[in-house]
């Protein structure tokens, strides 16, 4: 993709590697989707990526987990499987926070004929007013990367797409 003139944006930030979980479920048994956030909380996972979408008699759920805790959720999910629900897991994932800074909403669709046209994946995605953010392969977050960088003009004092640094609160260990 050419494009003569970039368009200003706030910036641009990639997560670490995540593991991304796709639940979907007829609508009738939303206790399912309670149940999981409960285990998922008990053992303190953090979820930096959620999603729910209800469409007629189907929700989905999207989330995602930072790939140490993955096997924390695989053993969750095995505890809350049942026959009506549907899960797809998608390992080696990363999300691109893309910060607009005030540009219309139709960033999306130029972000998203890019990733087409680059035949990357797009597993889910949400927006606010400040960020749009979509879950991609991690692996081709470099060339992602270049591709962006060719559309958008970052501002001067722009920092790093990957964090430098991760801070982490410590668990509660619970005594036997």
Do not use: W
Not at 3 to 23: A, D, M, N, P, Q
Not at 66 to 84: P, R, T
Not at 145 to 152: G, K, N, R, V, Y
Not at 156 to 172: A, G, I, K, V, Y
């Amino acid at each position: 993709m050419t494009y003569t003139e970039k368009t200003l944006i706030g910036g641009i930030k990639f997560s670490e590697e995540r593991v991304h979980y796709t639940i979907t479920r007829p609508h009738s048994t939303q206790a399912t989707i309670n149940e999981l956030l409960q285990h998922i909380n008990s053992k303190q996972i953090n979820i930096p990526f959620f999603s729910h979408i209800v469409n007629g008699d189907t929700s989905r759920t999207c989330f995602c987990v930072s790939k140490k805790d993955a096997f924390s959720i695989s053993e969750i999910l095995e505890i809350s499987k049942d026959n009506n629900i549907d899960i797809i897991t998608h390992i080696d994932v990363g999300s691109v926070t893309i910060f607009p800074h005030k540009k219309e909403l139709a960033l999306i669709a130029v972000i998203m004929s890019l990733m087409e046209s680059l035949h990357l994946p797009v597993y889910s995605s949400c927006t606010s007013i400040s960020a749009y953010i979509f879950n991609t392969q991690i692996t081709e977050l470099p060339t992602l990367a270049e591709q962006l960088t060719d559309i958008f003009a970052l501002p001067e004092n722009h920092s790093p797409f990957n964090q430098q640094f991760q801070l982490r609160q410590p668990r509660n260990v619970t005594a036997p």
